[in-house]
């Protein structure tokens, strides 16, 4: 990608409805509309309302966006309507971010996500055996997302979530149904007595409030052993500390993505294995031939390979970020196209995961793909597979997210077999790529 070249010509057009643009046809079924795009090219602008867009297809320029040239690019202004994430990690850009960045990293070297393992097993053990307590049928997405918030509220903020628990998820559930509105509803104001922006405002309020009891129960003098003593006591001692509202925001990001995206790719691979029988057996053979006990350990991880392959296969048909977004800060060349500043780009995961040059039979649930240890597998461009994104804005918590899910995994996997009636179940893309309904499923104890 190159910048300045203004003799390049712009991408083709996919044609839309005149002010919605292409918003009917994403919100009828998002699958179907980029392989509408992908008929068009692998660089293709469109609209969604009042925003000029291009979809970027190849992995190739998705590198370049990504990693080559990030610079060229910024995090949207209009944050997708959610707008209490604005100050956070996750939609930060320029120098507040890279602060930002600096500051937490730390919270995530490899050798402190190590000492979260005991915790993050240990957890997963007990919820396995409230799973196969209950009586009936359980929620898979409640349930998981438990799990995942026991483990963040323990890890990364060093607190007991389980009497915010219902607050937090109907913060999360209010940010997942703005993130998978039709962009041109998200265009009206939000102060408009809508009944969406009424459920939304009536989530982030429960959110809010959660932060609120966190930053008052908050150490200024702490030893940042956690991300709230991290951000409380830089913001008293640091002149150039986070602000308050960044503080807010902060905690409200990793409040909704540090449990909501694991979850849900936790909920999909045990509603895999519950309607693949043949996966779920050699899953067991192996959490049998590898666990010393009924609970994983950091020493296991390394021989636990078909549980990763899973996980990985996992987070290719079902990505925990369905697509990644940035704006133009000038005009640059994607691809042989010029494309405007301002212009939003969207790189889709969870099309080209999907994506038949890259898969063969992509829509199946295949863990047998990932025999192949390198990732992506076999000849595979680089970014034909980038579920926690890539170059310096990749996912912080990748590294947490991996270790857990594949604990919680191998744990549950050892003590229990999930069983549901599911065939199918539908898939909504928003924020995160998570099920349209839910997923209830029986959960046996193994002999």
């Given at each position: 990608m190159s910048k300045h070249d203004n003799k390049q010509p712009l991408p083709p057009k996919r044609s839309g409805l005149p002010v919605l643009g292409s918003a009917v046809s994403f919100g009828r079924d998002p699958y179907a509309f980029y392989e509408d795009v992908a008929s068009h090219g692998d660089v293709v602008r469109f609209s969604m309302g009042s925003y000029d867009m291009v979809g970027v297809l190849h992995p190739d320029a998705i590198e370049d966006v990504l990693v080559e040239n990030f610079d060229c690019f910024r995090k949207p202004d209009a944050a997708g309507g959610v707008d209490v994430l604005a100050d956070g990690l996750l939609l930060a850009d320029g120098e507040q971010w890279q602060s930002q960045r600096t500051r937490l990293q730390p919270m995530f070297y490899r050798e402190r996500i190590e000492t979260y393992a005991e915790?993050?097993?240990t957890y997963a053990?007990?919820?396995?055996?409230?799973?196969?307590?209950?009586?009936?049928?359980?929620?898979?997405?409640?349930?998981?997302s438990t799990y995942t918030l026991q483990v963040l509220g323990k890890t990364l903020f060093g607190v007991d979530t389980d009497e915010h628990r219902r607050a937090i998820r109907a913060g999360a559930e209010a940010i997942l149904e703005r993130s998978s509105q039709n962009?041109?509803?998200?265009?009206?104001p939000s102060w408009l007595p809508t009944p969406s922006n009424r459920r939304y405002r009536r989530g982030i309020d429960q959110l809010e409030g959660v932060v609120d009891d966190l930053i008052e129960q908050a150490d200024e003098d702490g030893d940042d052993k956690d991300i709230l003593s991290l951000l409380v006591t830089a913001s008293a001692q640091e002149e150039d500390g986070p602000t308050e509202s960044e503080i807010r925001s902060q905690l409200m990001t990793f409040l909704f993505a540090g449990h909501e995206t694991s979850a849900t790719a936790l909920t999909w691979a045990l509603y895999e294995l519950g309607r693949k029988p043949s996966v779920a057996d050699r899953l067991h053979s192996e959490v049998d031939d590898v666990l010393d006990g009924?609970?994983?350990t950091l020493t296991d991880l390394p021989d636990l390979t078909y549980t990763e392959q899973v996980l990985r296969e996992t987070l290719r048909r079902y990505p925990p970020a369905a697509a990644i977004f940035r704006e133009a800060d000038e005009d640059v060349t994607i691809g042989g196209f010029r494309v405007p500043e301002d212009t939003f780009v969207v790189l889709p995961q969870f099309h080209v995961h999907t994506d038949g040059r890259w898969w063969d039979n992509p829509d199946q649930f295949d863990p047998s793909r990932w025999d192949d240890i390198s990732e992506p597998p076999g000849d595979r461009p680089e970014y034909s597979y980038f579920p926690f994104g890539g170059g310096p804005r990749h996912c912080i918590g990748m590294r947490f997210a991996r270790m857990e899910l594949k604990l919680a995994l191998a744990t549950i996997a050892r003590r229990c077999r999930i069983t549901h009636d599911h065939d199918t179940v539908p898939i909504e893309v928003g924020s995160t790529v998570h099920p349209g309904n839910a997923v209830r499923a029986t959960v046996q104890r193994r002999d």
């Open positions: 915790t993050m097993a053990a007990a919820t396995a055996d409230e799973w196969v307590a209950a009586d009936g049928t359980i929620d898979l997405t409640e349930a998981t962009p041109v509803s998200v265009d009206l009924t609970t994983a």
